[in-house]
């Protein structure tokens, strides 16, 4: 893995990589099946660290380096989409290209989305499932009361006195669907086993940053915070904020 990493320094010649993989193995004694899955984790650690150096970005220059390296070294699509390091390269780019104020075409989905996308609309990236979770507050009014009780005939009773109280609002977040949350460069989009909507970027009025997710307030009269859970909650916020400002 060591080997790997450091062949990624600008002056080393990547194409020399394999050759230098596959004598290390021999000498070595690795059985190809194990130098296979070292290879595979040296270069899941390659694009860590060029993730962790750009602070989550990886440069262009980078990341056609690291993607050569994979063919250099015969990594095929299967064997990449084993580790989330591939994945993390990809949404590297995505955000990349909303900074450069291009519309990611990066992602390939292999069934159909019962989703009706509006003329002109692309779709950037698909998270599928999708926990909804939402903000809903509740009206309580609480005090106590004082006073006498006092008994005008059998079974009837007269209370004198005051109720002393006032409201309170209680918010409770409550999970309300699971299903697929869809980002395009118009709309974010939600479908689930009972709910279905689209929500135009121009409807939103504040993103709220998760560790997991995504939360945000729509342009509307008594809003609540409604929030996707999708596990990358750095991607989706930025991928969100900076698509609704292209």
Known sequence: MALITRSLSPSTAIESVPDEVKKIGEKSFISETERRELILKGWATAVERSLLDGEGMVSVDEDKRLRRLADLMSLSQDELNRSDAFTRLVKSAVIRDVLNGVIP??????????????????????????????????????????????????????????????????????????????????????????????????????????????????????????????????????????????
Not at 175 to 191: E, M, R
Not at 202 to 218: C, L, Q, S, T
Request: hydrophobic share 35%; aromatic share 14%.
């Open 105 to 246: 075409n990066r992602l390939t989905v292999e069934y159909s989305l019962q989703i009706n996308f509006q003329k002109g609309e692309q779709l950037v990236w698909l998270f599928n499932p999708t926990g909804f979770l939402e903000d809903r507050t509740h009206h309580e009014y609480i005090g106590e009361s004082s006073g006498l009780s006092l008994r005008v005939m059998k079974g009837l009773y007269y209370r004198t006195g005051a109720f002393h109280g006032h409201s309170v609002d209680r918010t409770e977040r409550i999970h309300v669907d699971t299903g697929l949350f869809a980002i395009t460069n118009k709309n974010i989009y939600f479908s689930g086993e009972e709910n279905g909507f689209r929500i135009p970027y121009a409807k939103i009025v504040a993103f709220r940053p998760f560790d997991e997710g995504v939360g945000i307030i729509r342009d509307t009269a008594n809003a609540k915070l409604q929030i996707f859970v999708t596990g990358d909650g750095w991607f989706t916020y930025n991928l969100v904020t900076n698509l609704a400002h292209l």
